[in-house]
């Protein structure tokens, strides 16, 4: 249950046992570990997104004035509509489920053909 809370980003209810104390540090580690997770992701998504950029490039990267200089680091990224972000996740993940479970049904379709290809090919 607290699994299937989790994955649709919804708290558990609070333990019997636990103190307020307690309750704010187990909170305040789970906002650090979603914080560092969406930092994985977005630098994730960004060295995937440099790589196509190289990948599709035909023309050598143009040699820039200041070549000593070192690159401002780029804007920190908004989190603003931290609903929408989850609202996303959740519907990326459930977009990413139907999808394994196409290929499965997909896989599973082929191997029963090839069966009966196969089973043709004998009777024959």
């Known amino acids: 249950m607290a699994e299937r809370l989790a994955a649709l980003g919804l708290r558990a209810p609070v333990k019997a046992g636990e103190t307020p104390e307690q309750r704010a540090e187990r909170e305040r580690k789970e906002r650090e570990d979603k914080l560092k997770q969406a930092e994985e ?4 998504r960004e060295q995937e997104r440099q790589r196509r950029l190289e990948g599709e490039s035909t023309a050598p990267p143009a040699p820039s004035k200041a070549a000593g200089k070192k690159p401002a680091p ?3 990224v908004s989190r603003k509509n931290k609903a929408d972000v989850a609202q996303h996740d959740v519907q990326q993940a459930e977009a990413e489920a139907k999808r394994a ?3 499965i049904a997909e896989q599973a379709l082929r191997e ?3 069966a009966q290809e196969a089973e043709t ?3 024959e």
């Not at 992701?41 to 994730?44: F, G, I, L, Y």
């Open 74 to 76: 780029p804007p920190p």
């Open 112 to 114: 029963q053909q090839q």
């Open 121 to 123: 090919k004998r009777m």
């Open 101 to 103: 479970e196409n290929d």
């Open 41 to 44: 992701e977005d630098a994730r």
